[in-house]
């Protein structure tokens, strides 16, 4: 089924560990986007690519890199990770100008202990 | 910068009842687009609607309904005779119409008992 697909869909990660959040999508979006979910805050956006070859920061990048590794995949890495980036991550990508919306990824929960 | 407010953090229904979610948003666009977007205990984010700042007709949609008021700067839903399978969080959201960032409320949770 044509979408966005994040992997994994749960991960437990010790203080200072590191790893990388995948994301791929074949919808040939141009954009893709990484947001954060914690509970009674909604969802808040940490990075962006508006196309390949750009990323841009959000709201939350603090302890954050991403990679727009071509127009399918963006990756995101917690490079140290902190108990404070426990959170659902979703991934979502859509057409350049995204007033059709986003179409959202399933989701990654992570939990770091 | 955009602003949206959805002052209800939980709403508690007995199935049957209907259920008006409140969303109110801040933005200096003339031109723009909300949403609102359940997300069902699974987990996944599902589209509900959509609505440019142009067409303030509402819409009634089986038995979903949107109110969408820019005087007031408001985009409420409705959910008529709720289900317990209308249990889940529901999240409106802005976007400028020359933009691709969304900005979300921080979500209203429903239960529906049966």
């Known amino acids: 089924n044509a979408g966005v697909t994040q992997t994994p869909k749960f991960q437990v990660l010790k203080t200072g560990q590191s790893m990388t959040l995948q994301c791929a999508q074949d919808?040939?979006?141009?954009?893709m986007y990484w947001y954060r979910q914690d509970p009674g805050m909604g969802l808040r956006l940490i990075y962006y690519?508006?196309?390949?070859?750009?990323?841009d920061k959000g709201e939350v990048p603090n302890g954050y890199n991403v990679s727009r590794l071509n127009k399918r995949e963006f990756s995101l890495r917690l490079e140290s990770a902190a108990p404070s980036q426990t959170s659902v991550y979703f991934c979502?990508?859509?057409?350049?100008?995204?007033?059709?919306?986003?179409?959202f990824g399933s989701g990654t929960r992570l939990t770091v202990v | 910068a955009q602003k949206v407010t959805q002052a209800q953090t939980e709403i508690s229904v007995v199935e049957k009842e209907d259920v008006t979610l409140d969303c109110v948003y801040e933005?200096?666009?003339?031109?723009?687009?909300l949403f609102w977007y359940k997300q069902p205990p699974s987990g996944e984010l599902v589209f509900l609607i959509r609505?440019?700042?142009?067409?303030?007709q509402n819409e009634i949609s089986g038995r979903y309904s949107w109110n969408f008021q820019k005087s007031t700067s408001s985009f409420n839903f409705t959910i008529t005779a709720s289900q317990v399978v209308d249990s889940a969080v529901y999240f409106c959201?802005?976007?400028?119409?020359?933009?691709?960032?969304?900005?979300f409320g921080g979500g209203t949770r429903v239960l529906v008992k049966p």
């Open positions: 979502a990508s859509s057409e350049t100008l995204a007033s059709y919306g986003y179409t």
């Open positions: 933005t200096r666009d003339t031109t723009y687009y």
């Open positions: 609505r440019n700042s142009f067409d303030e």
């Open positions: 959201a802005h976007i400028k119409a020359a933009g691709n960032k969304l900005t």
């Open positions: 690519s508006a196309s390949e070859g750009t990323t």
């Open positions: 919808m040939n979006h141009n954009s």
